[in-house]
């Protein structure tokens, strides 16, 4: 399978009696793996106990899933940093580890080395870069959690994510896209 760019993992319950189908991106570091694995888990297990009548990432997944991972942080299996935060996150767990801007930049740590591409939050306001598959942008201020970028070629804003992994752009002036 394709490694996905839009969700880390995936449960979908077979309506018709037959097997539930999970899948988790396999590019994943392994911590990150482990954590994407039991969410998808939890959504199943939620499925089983309260049928297609709770909210996907409501109270229920939410307890389903601190259950589920009380095995594994009890086997300390995590490095310490990344350990703090994922307790911190399984005390309301968002839909996504991605949402977390701390658990992720914990769990990214630990692949470093892994990506030679930069994190948005890392290049200066106003430099020009690339999303994977994007046109060029201009970096922008930060909103609440998120940066402005601009489009060039479109004018167009976009508020992307401050870890989001970008291409910098080495020129002297943005009109050599225009």
Not at 39 to 59: C, D, Q
Not at 151 to 164: I, M, N, Q
């Amino acid at each position: 399978m394709r490694p996905r760019k839009t969700k880390l993992g995936d449960f979908r319950p077979n309506l018709r009696g037959g097997p539930h189908q999970l899948t988790v991106n396999g590019d994943l570091p392994p911590s990150h793996f482990l954590l994407t694995l039991v969410h998808e888990i939890a959504h199943m297990k939620t499925h089983e106990t309260f049928g297609l009548k709770v909210n996907p990432h409501g109270k229920e997944w939410q307890n389903t899933f601190a259950k589920c991972m009380e095995p594994i942080m009890e086997a300390k299996i995590y490095a310490p940093e990344i350990e703090a935060e994922v307790r911190r996150y399984l005390s309301k767990p968002k839909a996504s580890c991605s949402a977390d801007t701390r658990l992720l930049r914990a769990l990214r740590a630990e692949n470093e080395h892994s990506s030679p591409l930069l994190t948005l939050e890392e290049i200066e306001e106003g430099a020009l870069f690339v999303l994977p598959g994007r046109k060029p942008m201009k970096r922008g201020k930060k909103r609440r959690t998120r940066y402005l970028c601009e489009e060039l070629d479109s004018g167009r804003t976009f508020a992307v994510h401050p870890l989001a992994e970008v291409q910098l752009l080495k020129l002297k002036d943005e009109r050599d896209f225009l």
